[in-house]
Structures are given as C-alpha cells and as structure tokens.
C-alpha cells in the first residue's frame, strides 16, 4: 500500500486517533484558504475534498490551494469520478457497498481509471456504507439508494466484512452530511470488533462529545464537515 495509508495503520495501530475535515469545494472559497486552515481544530490529521453535487474544475481549484497553504494530507473524498484530481495525495476509492446502484458499486469506478492508471495519486480502496442519520442524505438522493437502518447490526457488520473480504482497506461508516443522528457507539463498536481493517466514520458530528464517543467505540478516524461550515 502507498505511503499514506502506511503512515494512518501506523499512527493507529499506536492508538493515534485521525480528525479529518471534510472540504466540500461547493461551499469552499478558495481565497480564504489560509483563513480556514488557521481556523480547523490544530489536532485536525487529514484534509478530505469532496461532496455529491461538485461541478467539473472545483475540487482540482480546492486541492491545488490547499496544498499550496498546508503539509496535511490532502485526501479525495469524491462522490462522483469527475471529482478525482491528481494534484491530491491520496483518493478514497469507494464503493458504495450499503446500497444496490451498480453505478456506485463499481460502474463510477470503471470510469476513473482511465486517468487512474496515468497518474500517481495514492488508492485506497474503501468499503462506503450509508447508515440512516434521520434525515435523507444527498449520498442516498445521489445514488438512489437506501441507507441500513442503525438498527440492522447484523447487515451492517455482514457489509463491512463484504467489504473486508473483497479488499477494502478500510471501512467507511457514513451517516451522511447533515445528519440528525451519528452513527450509534453501538454500531461503530460492532463493526469495529468484526473487522481487521480501520474504521473511519462521519456525519452529523457536531460536538466533541459526539466525536470522543465515536473514537471510544474504536473509530480510527472521525471526519467533520458540515459543523466546520457553520
Ligand atoms: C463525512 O459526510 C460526512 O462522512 C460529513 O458529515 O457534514 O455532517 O460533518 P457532516
């Protein structure tokens, strides 16, 4: 695996705990750059560019600023392969294995490689579920499909070692941007104690009380967006 994701298993595997904030270059002014950076949480690990609605050139404008202002890894988090970049150091390669759109399971990925395989950004490949946060994601009006209901422990844990098996090198446990309900302690602890591969969650966390209970139940990595925008 590249550099990037060495370094994370490392930094976890010592019990580090990852903070990345989530840039949606939709709302982002890249002018203010500097600003933002001085303003993100200084235990902030990662950088992650994307959203589910971006228009063509935005995330490639986001990225080159940011690395031009920072030394963090500046990772993609795209929701569509028009978002990849290779100005990025890393791209979470998702499929979103939680809902049934072949489009998103592996047809957007398909459509990536073609500049993939030229350049040199980092991959990572990763299993992305949606799990119900109260209130309709953009990730599930997108991909037309269902989140798993926080309830469903069984499936969600059976997804994530789908996942696992077919060689994600990490799960990504997604209540969806917005969301009126994390992803449970419950939920994030199961799952957690079922793989063997880091688990990153995000959405809805608005509080450092919300975030320090997703790192108790084993989260490797939280992400943050939507209460850094506001
Ligand atoms: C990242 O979509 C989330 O997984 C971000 O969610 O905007 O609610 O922080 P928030």
Redesign the pocket.
């Known amino acids: 695996m590249g550099v990037y994701y060495t370094e994370f298993l490392r930094k976890v595997s010592q019990g580090n705990k990852g903070l990345a904030i989530?840039i949606d270059p939709e709302k982002f002014r890249v002018n203010e750059t500097a600003l933002f950076l001085k303003k993100i949480p200084k235990e902030t690990t990662h950088l992650f560019v994307g959203g589910s609605t971006v228009h063509n050139g935005e995330t490639k404008a986001v990225v080159t600023a940011l690395k031009q202002h920072t030394n963090l890894p500046v990772i993609l988090f795209p929701g569509d392969h028009s978002q990849i970049t290779p100005e990025a150091d890393a791209l979470l390669f998702l499929s979103l294995l939680s809902g049934r759109n072949a489009e998103y399971l592996v047809g957007q990925q398909v459509k990536s490689i073609a500049r993939l395989k030229e350049w040199e950004l980092e991959i990572i490949p990763t299993g992305y579920l949606l799990i119900d946060g109260g209130n309709e994601s953009a990730v599930a009006r997108v991909s037309d499909t269902q989140p798993m209901p926080q309830e469903d422990i069984e499936l969600i844990v059976h997804t994530a070692l789908a996942g696992e098996y077919m060689g994600a090198k990490v799960i990504y446990l997604?209540a969806?941007?917005?969301?009126l309900t994390p992803v449970s302690f419950t939920v994030i602890k199961t799952v957690v104690g079922a793989v063997s591969i880091p688990v990153i969650v995000?959405?809805?966390?608005r509080t450092e009380t919300q975030k320090q209970e997703a790192y108790n139940a084993g989260a490797a990595m939280v992400?943050?967006?939507?209460?850094f925008e506001e």
């Open positions: 989530l997604e969806g941007s917005g969301a995000g959405g809805g966390i992400v943050i967006g939507t209460a």
